[in-house]
T-cell receptor
Framework: GENVEQHPSTLSVQEGDSAVIKCTYS??????FPWYKQELGKRPQLIID?????GEKKDQRIAVTLNKTAKHFSLHITETQPEDSAVYFC???????????FGSGTRLQVQP | GAGVSQSPSNKVTEKGKDVELRCDPI?????LYWYRQRLGQGLEFLIY????????KSGLPSDRFSAERTGESVSTLTIQRTQQEDSAVYLC???????????????FGPGTRLTVL
């Protein structure tokens, strides 16, 4: 089955700096890669996703890149703000199994 | 419109008791998923329902876990003879157009925090 590795487990940046979180996946059949943000005690919220027919997607300060050959994808947050502090999860979904396989999460702390 | 809802929000039970967790998906969403999130960890898939198809139960950790869904509406997750290691947040998600050529976005409920004493 699919296996998703996520790094780093914790990340601390100064407000205004950029943050990058990286994930690798094992199943080459995976074709959908969402990123979720989870604040303490809250539900995961989708912040951006990418499908395997594109290499990069941007939404304001957030971008995701996908390298299918290397089987890795990354989340980039620019101009970080304190409200970006949360746990971020990457996930992968393959065509044969609809469920998402999640990474172990990255706790992002943005220092004001 | 209303999002995914779950009840109860918190459940404390004694070891050995059965518990039932409820999920109301977004109206019109054909697919429904259950995940488990242990403290400080990622989400683990449990079970997936899509319309009237047989559910994908491949993530259920033991035969103490079962789930049902009535048509394309409410789902219940039942844990029999609860153990302390069952303590976790149980999250439900739903999505639209599962099974189509494009993967579908999953929207999560607030979860049920289960504590087994």
């Amino acid at each position: 089955g699919e296996n998703v590795e996520q790094h780093p487990s914790t990340l601390s940046v100064q407000e205004g700096d950029s943050a990058v979180i990286k994930c690798t996946y094992s199943d080459s059949a995976s074709n959908y890669f969402p990123w979720y943000k989870q604040e303490l005690g809250k539900r995961p919220q989708l912040i951006i996703d990418i499908r395997s027919n594109v290499g990069e997607k941007k939404d304001q300060r957030i971008a995701v890149t996908l390298n299918k050959t290397a089987k890795h994808f990354s989340l980039h947050i620019t101009e970080t703000q304190p409200e970006d502090s949360a746990v971020y999860f990457c996930a992968a979904q393959d065509t044969g199994r609809r469920a998402l396989t999640f990474g172990s999460g990255t706790r992002l702390q943005v220092q004001p | 419109g209303a999002g995914v809802s779950q009840s109860p929000s918190n459940k404390v039970t004694e070891k050995g008791k059965d518990v039932e967790l409820r999920c109301d998906p977004i109206s019109g969403h054909t697919a429904l998923y259950w995940y488990r999130q242990r403290l400080g960890q990622g989400l683990e898939f449990l079970i997936y329902f899509q319309g009237n198809s047989a559910p994908d139960k491949s993530g259920l950790p033991s035969d103490r876990f079962s789930a049902e869904r009535t048509g394309e509406s409410v789902s219940t997750l039942t844990i029999q003879r609860t153990q302390q290691e069952d303590s976790a947040v149980y999250l439900c998600a739903s999505s639209f157009l599962a099974g189509g050529p494009l993967a579908d976005t999953q929207y999560f409920g607030p979860g049920t925090r289960l504590t087994v004493l």
